[in-house]
């Protein structure tokens, strides 16, 4: 099965760019990178995620993955990346948007050993679509002239869209701490990354251990 991730990566930022493909080369997946929007500010951000949607062709290829140029993919990312897109070829009706790392989310439903369901996610460094984006990703539209009003206008923007979300758990990519153009200076999201993955770790083990117990509850009352 060939896989190709798209990654937004802005033409001046070389530095990044040789870092993503130094980071994802050693696996089997073809690295397109799309030419960023470049405003100096976050509405280009916004904008750039917008393009590389709007573009694809999903009556070609009905998974798209956009990566930002700051992905970088965790120790379970051998181990479980084919078993997603595995999943996700075989249960089309089962998602529209999968992510693969996020700095917060809502409420959790276990899949299977490496999804959970959530009804919100937030931070959209390294995601896949179906085509279902397509209903919703015309009607956004941050204004250009607030620009700085529009900083992760685009991952609020997508928390709220009314689209089935999975996310993998374990994260498969996290942000790798590097200068932002946008912040003006040296960001770094490990932390936040490792305290939702926990946070799932125990919604995980809560509702596993609840089910167990109802299902304790009712073979004791058959019997």
Aim: with cysteine; aromatic share 12%.
């Amino acid at each position: 099965m060939s896989i190709t991730i798209k990654y937004i990566n802005l033409g001046y930022r070389f530095d990044r760019r040789a870092e993503f493909i130094r980071a994802w080369s050693r696996f089997p997946i073809r690295l397109e990178r799309f030419d960023a929007v470049d405003t100096n500010n976050p509405h280009g951000c916004a904008m750039s995620h917008k393009a590389v949607i709007t573009e694809h062709d999903f009556s070609q290829q009905p998974i798209l993955i956009v990566a930002e140029d700051d992905a970088v993919p965790t120790d379970d990312f051998e181990k479980n990346f084919m078993k997603v897109i595995r999943w996700m070829v075989a249960n089309p009706g089962k998602w529209d948007i999968v992510s693969f790392g996020v700095s917060d989310i809502g409420y959790v439903s276990p899949i299977n050993d490496e999804l959970v369901s959530t009804d919100r996610i937030l931070c959209a460094h390294f995601t896949a679509y179906n085509s279902k984006i397509l209903d919703y990703i015309h009607n956004f539209n941050p204004n250009p002239e607030e620009p700085y009003k529009v900083e992760n206008a685009y991952d609020r923007w997508l928390a709220g869209v009314p689209l089935k979300k999975v996310v993998t758990h374990p994260f498969l990519s996290i942000q790798r701490p590097s200068f932002s153009d946008l912040a003006h200076k040296k960001q770094d999201f490990t932390s936040i990354f490792n305290k939702v993955s926990d946070d799932i770790s125990r919604s995980r083990k809560l509702i596993i251990d609840l089910v167990k117990e109802s299902q304790e509850f009712f073979s004791e009352g058959e019997e």
